[in-house]
């Protein structure tokens, strides 16, 4: 999706006129349509999570101190509780709402493969990445010292090849940049994109510790004035101020705004989407610099690691299916009130310290006073995804242009395409498979989102699914054998302009007295480096409010 995407282009133009409309199938009749295959309706606790919207739930009928509380089990409250375990520190509770940890990176499993839920790939990871590196180390994934410039990496891990391809005009080409049928002014303008990109990746402020224009986690990023204002127009309009219109160019970054944030070029902030063709730059002894970490269960290895360490280092520390539906401070502790539905009873406890790894929009539900921060989390908007898991009795055929790649993308679509779960065991394991299918439901507003989230049938969700799918392969409804839906209402936060350099989310990643903020709500957008940065960043914190000693993850 970056620089060997443009370099590919400049190979295919020479077969630009002759393939741009190839088909990928032949005219023979199809076979009459089976029955839909079975499967379930899943996603995020949303009966439980639409309690809040009742008027009063029951008084608490035990209260538990404990000296931090974390509220939510995703990656940012898995890393605060990671960190906390590992300075030797014991005495904190982490609370989730659902059955199990995980957030956007759990998995689903069954005989064929794990697969993932949501977030399913993580780059390798930049040098300022200090504590995603000091994780893959724990992990044996990473070999050798953590801080290196090319660490080698364990290559079960890292994506087999071919890593992704494209389907537009009835081909499948290499890479996601269109490139058959490209006008010779269109590639004209993806060098000038990509030399704008290389311009931002190279810049670094002249400070006495310089930044990077564009630094992963983001607030290690350069202040620099012009680059703040560009978190106040969208990706499209500053496209255009360069005179880039190309409507390839625009799909293209349009996909990666989609991909990333949940949302399209008209609507995400320049300084966003130009954060994602800049910001990473990690490189390894063994992989291209743009290969990623991957497995059949998507980032859910993450997950796991970072739960175990804290089971290795604290114990259990971790209670699932319980509702935060107040929180309140007192003069020296922090009240959290939990329904624990299972037991239909209130839980309080008492905290020291609390560290808030929740989506940011559920802050103006639950929390009692602190209404500048209220009024803040209503500036976060956040965007509903649809995920799909295909379970295939086989590969669909190949056809027309390059195989089979771990992730294949649709041109002009409503979904992004599909990621095959079992890509890393392709070549020992070729029969049956799990397409993961992901759509951002950016073509209309959050709200109608949501509502068509939870008034679509699995059915309906099903037919649209297997009706996109069968332009690439025709044959995907007689080789699913199994349909999953799985739906989330507020997978990520949307970083419109404003929003990222803007002071409502400054006031988030602020280090309050006893209370701070570690959901990657806090960066603006949702990347696995920035929840964990932001977990990390608030059990550090935390530790020192405390008095506690401890080393640094994040230097």
Request: proline share 6%; aromatic share 8%.
């Given at each position: 999706?970056?620089?060997?995407?443009?370099?590919?282009?400049?190979?295919?133009?020479?077969?630009?006129?002759?393939?741009?409309?190839?088909?990928?199938?032949?005219?023979?009749?199809?076979?009459?349509?089976?029955?839909?295959?079975?499967?379930?309706?899943?996603?995020?606790?949303?009966?439980?999570?639409?309690?809040?919207?009742?008027?009063?739930?029951?008084?608490?009928?035990?209260?538990?101190?404990v000296?931090v509380?974390?509220?939510?089990?995703?990656?940012?409250?898995?890393?605060?509780?990671?960190?906390?375990?590992?300075?030797?520190?014991?005495?904190?509770?982490?609370?989730?709402?659902?059955?199990e940890?995980?957030?956007?990176?759990?998995?689903?499993?069954?005989?064929?493969?794990?697969?993932?839920?949501?977030?399913?790939?993580?780059?390798?990871?930049?040098?300022?990445?200090?504590?995603?590196?000091?994780?893959?180390?724990?992990?044996?994934?990473?070999?050798?010292?953590?801080r290196?410039?090319?660490?080698?990496?364990?290559?079960?891990?890292l994506?087999?090849?071919?890593?992704?391809?494209?389907?537009r005009?009835?081909?499948?080409?290499?890479?996601?940049?269109?490139?058959?049928?490209?006008?010779?002014?269109?590639?004209?303008q993806?060098?000038?994109?990509?030399?704008?990109?290389?311009?931002?990746?190279?810049?670094?402020d002249?400070?006495?510790?310089?930044r990077?224009?564009?630094?992963?986690?983001?607030?290690?990023?350069?202040?620099?004035?012009?680059?703040?204002?560009?978190?106040?127009?969208?990706?499209?309009?500053?496209?255009?101020?360069?005179?880039?219109?190309?409507?390839?160019?625009?799909?293209?970054?349009?996909?990666?705004?989609?991909?990333?944030?949940?949302?399209?070029?008209?609507?995400?902030?320049?300084?966003?989407?130009?954060?994602?063709?800049?910001?990473?730059?990690?490189?390894?002894?063994?992989?291209?610099?743009?290969?990623?970490?991957?497995?059949?269960?998507?980032?859910?290895?993450?997950?796991?690691?970072?739960?175990?360490?804290?089971?290795?280092?604290?114990?259990?520390?971790?209670l699932?299916?319980?509702?935060?539906?107040?929180v309140?401070?007192?003069?020296?502790?922090?009240?959290?009130?939990?329904?624990?539905?299972?037991?239909?009873?209130?839980?309080?406890?008492?905290?020291?310290?609390?560290?808030?790894?929740?989506?940011?929009?559920?802050?103006?539900?639950?929390?009692?006073?602190?209404?500048?921060?209220?009024?803040?989390?209503?500036?976060?908007?956040?965007?509903?995804?649809?995920?799909?898991?295909?379970?295939?009795?086989?590969?669909?055929?190949?056809?027309?242009?390059?195989?089979?790649?771990?992730?294949?993308?649709?041109?002009?679509?409503?979904?992004?395409?599909y990621?095959?779960?079992?890509?890393?065991q392709m070549?020992?394991?070729?029969?049956?498979?799990?397409?993961?299918?992901?759509?951002?439901?950016?073509?209309?507003?959050?709200?109608?989102?949501?509502?068509?989230?939870?008034?679509?049938?699995?059915?309906?969700?099903?037919?649209?699914?297997?009706?996109?799918?069968?332009?690439?392969?025709?044959?995907?409804?007689?080789?699913?054998?199994r349909?999953?839906?799985?739906?989330?209402?507020?997978?990520?936060?949307?970083?419109?302009?404003?929003?990222?350099?803007?002071?409502?989310?400054?006031?988030?990643?602020?280090?309050?007295?006893?209370?701070?903020?570690?959901?990657?709500?806090?960066?603006?957008?949702?990347?696995?480096?920035?929840?964990?940065?932001?977990?990390?960043?608030?059990?550090?914190?935390?530790?020192?409010?405390?008095?506690?000693?401890?080393?640094?993850?994040?230097s």
């Amino acid at each position: 999706m970056r620089r060997r995407d443009f370099l590919a282009s400049l190979a295919a133009a020479g077969l630009a006129s002759g393939v741009a409309n190839l088909g990928g199938c032949s005219g023979s009749a199809k076979p009459p349509r089976p029955p839909l295959p079975p499967g379930e309706l899943l996603g995020a606790s949303l009966e439980l999570g639409h309690r809040l919207r009742e008027p009063k739930l029951p008084p608490p009928a035990e209260t538990r101190r404990v000296q931090v509380a974390i509220v939510g089990a995703g990656i940012g409250g898995l890393s605060a509780g990671w960190k906390l375990a590992k300075a030797g520190f014991k005495d904190f509770l982490l609370v989730e709402l659902e059955g199990e940890a995980g957030g956007n990176s759990r998995a689903g499993h069954n005989a064929v493969s794990a697969y993932p839920l949501a977030a399913h790939y993580l780059p390798l990871p930049t040098r300022e990445a200090t504590a995603v590196r000091e994780l893959l180390a724990e992990l044996g994934v990473l070999y050798g010292d953590p801080r290196a410039a090319r660490p080698r990496y364990d290559e079960r891990y890292l994506c087999a090849t071919p890593q992704e391809r494209l389907y537009r005009n009835g081909w499948w080409q290499d890479g996601v940049l269109p490139q058959l049928g490209v006008s010779a002014a269109e590639q004209d303008q993806y060098r000038r994109f990509f030399a704008l990109m290389d311009g931002f990746k190279q810049r670094h402020d002249g400070g006495a510790t310089p930044r990077r224009a564009f630094a992963l986690p983001m607030a290690l990023s350069s202040p620099a004035p012009d680059l703040l204002a560009l978190d106040r127009i969208s990706m499209r309009d500053w496209l255009l101020e360069q005179g880039l219109d190309s409507p390839q160019l625009h799909w293209y970054v349009d996909y990666a705004c989609r991909d990333d944030y949940g949302t399209s070029l008209d609507e995400v902030s320049a300084w966003a989407g130009i954060h994602y063709f800049a910001c990473r730059n990690g490189e390894a002894q063994d992989a291209a610099s743009d290969t990623v970490l991957t497995t059949p269960g998507g980032n859910n290895w993450l997950a796991g690691g970072l739960a175990q360490s804290i089971r290795d280092h604290a114990g259990d520390r971790l209670l699932t299916g319980a509702l935060v539906f107040r929180v309140a401070q007192s003069e020296e502790r922090m009240q959290v009130d939990l329904w624990l539905p299972a037991e239909q009873r209130t839980l309080r406890l008492e905290a020291e310290q609390l560290i808030w790894a929740a989506p940011l929009f559920l802050v103006s539900h639950v929390f009692v006073g602190n209404d500048a921060l209220k009024a803040a989390a209503r500036r976060f908007t956040h965007a509903p995804w649809l995920v799909a898991n295909l379970t295939l009795s086989r590969f669909p055929e190949q056809r027309a242009g390059v195989p089979i790649a771990w992730d294949n993308v649709l041109h002009d679509s409503p979904g992004l395409g599909y990621v095959v779960a079992t890509h890393q065991q392709m070549r020992m394991r070729p029969g049956a498979t799990v397409f993961t299918y992901y759509r951002a439901l950016n073509r209309m507003t959050p709200q109608e989102g949501r509502t068509a989230l939870l008034e679509t049938s699995r059915e309906a969700w099903a037919e649209q699914i297997l009706d996109e799918l069968e332009r690439p392969h025709p044959e995907i409804r007689q080789l699913t054998t199994r349909l999953d839906v799985f739906r989330n209402g507020h997978a990520m936060v949307r970083p419109l302009p404003g929003l990222i350099w803007g002071k409502e989310r400054q006031l988030f990643a602020a280090d309050g007295a006893r209370l701070r903020f570690a959901h990657a709500d806090v960066s603006g957008f949702s990347l696995f480096e920035e929840a964990q940065y932001r977990g990390v960043l608030a059990a550090e914190r935390t530790l020192h409010r405390l008095g506690k000693n401890f080393q640094t993850s994040l230097s």
